[in-house]
Every structure is written in C-alpha cells, then in structure tokens.
C-alpha cells in the first residue's frame, strides 16, 4: 500500500528557531494534509493542501504541496514551547481516495 | 475537533472480552472513519463508513472487528473477543466532504490485560 516517509522522527530546537519537516512518497497524492497531536489528544489539522505547487500559511506555519504531488514541507517560523508535540502529515492517495494514510510523525521538542 | 465526541475515553478489558468503541460525529457530518493508533506510531486507517452503509473496510482485521453507524445514533466499532494486542488507541473522524475535511476525536484508549 501507500507509505509515507515522514523525517525527521525528531528534533529537538532552541525557541525561536525555524524548523521543516517533510513526508514523500511514491506514490501520487491528491491531497496533502498537516496535524498536530498533544499527548492523549486527537490529531488536530493545521493546514490543509490540495493542488500541486500550492503553498499555504496558518499563522506561523507554512506547508507546501510538491510540484511532483509525491512530496510535501511544513515549517514552523519562530518556534516557541507550545509548538511541542507530534506532527503528522497525511494524504489521500490518486489510487484510493477514501483513505489517509499518515507518516509515522515528526516529534518535536523546544528548549527554552 | 472539539465536535467529534468518542466514548469511553479509557477503557480496559480483560482477554476474551468484548469492547464497544462509540463515536458521535460532528453535526451535519455524515461521513466517518476509524483509525488505530499504537503507541509511537502514526494513525493506520480502519474503515470509512457513511450512514448505514460502510464504504471502506479494507484496513480493518476481518475477524472479532466490525463496525456499524446507523441511521439514528453513535458509530460504534467493535472488537470482540479482545487480546493484548487490540491494546492501542482508536480514533475517529467525521466529516461531510470525505476524509480531506476530516476532523478527529481525542480517541479511546484501549488496554487489554
């Protein structure tokens, strides 16, 4: 099936530094989705993408929907503590549309 | 996600026993999915069902699994005959436009002992 390789599993940033993460795959995407999950929480979306080349902001966050439509960025500017937590990318494969499928997460810890 | 209400939020069961998963989607939302996640790990698509009808199972074990939303009330997953391995977090989605709009639950943690 689809996979996704999400990286870095970690990061581990001073507060007020920009950080990226990315997801690719090889398979095609439709629809490139960005979640944030505190712990014992539900996975909350931040930004939503669903055209090739598209680039969206949400505040401090910016996430990029690749050109090839098998890659996907999200940077968070000017880090601060309350960015902790796990982000996810997920997308809805060409091939089955009805399901996301997620990367395994990107965790991230601010010093402060 | 604050609409999306799953019940329990912590449930154990001893080996053998039957859990009920329930979740109420958003209002006005008429699409719901059911994704597992284990403990460091990402969500791993279950099923996808609309009202009465499921669309999707594929993700989902074919045994002791199954999952129902009916026309009036909760959609509830159901595992029976649990082992520890069931153990993990289920969490729901709803939405009224399929699963890019997708707004999640805060999950029920399922411990098996």
């Known amino acids: 099936g689809q996979q996704l390789n999400q990286s870095p599993q970690s990061m581990f940033i001073q507060e007020g530094e920009d950080v990226s993460m990315n997801c690719t795959s090889s398979?095609?995407?439709?629809?490139w989705l960005w979640y944030k999950q505190d712990p014992g929480e539900g996975p909350v979306l931040l930004i939503a993408?669903?055209?090739?080349?598209e680039l969206t902001s949400n505040g401090r966050l910016t996430a990029q929907f690749g050109i090839t439509r098998k890659d996907s960025f999200l940077n968070i500017s000017a880090s601060i503590p309350s960015d902790v937590g796990i982000y996810f990318c997920a997308g809805l494969p060409e091939e089955y549309g009805n399901k996301l499928v997620f990367g395994a997460g990107t965790i991230l810890r601010v010093k402060s | 996600n604050a609409g999306v209400m799953q019940n329990p939020r912590h449930l154990v069961r001893r080996r053998g026993q039957e859990a009920r998963l329930r979740c109420s989607p958003m209002?006005?939302?008429?699409?719901v999915y059911w994704y597992r996640q284990l403990p460091e790990e990402g969500l791993k698509f279950m099923v996808y069902l609309q009202k009465e009808n499921i669309i999707d199972e594929s993700g989902m074990p074919k045994e002791r699994f199954s999952a129902e939303f009916p026309k009036e009330g909760p959609s509830i997953l159901r595992i029976q005959q649990v082992v520890r391995g069931d153990s993990a977090a289920y969490f729901c989605a709803s939405s009224n436009l399929g699963p890019g709009e997708a707004f999640f639950g805060q999950g029920t943690r399922l411990t098996v002992v």
């Open positions: 209002k006005g939302h008429s699409h």
């Open positions: 993408l669903y055209k090739a080349g």
């Open positions: 398979s095609i995407f439709n629809t």
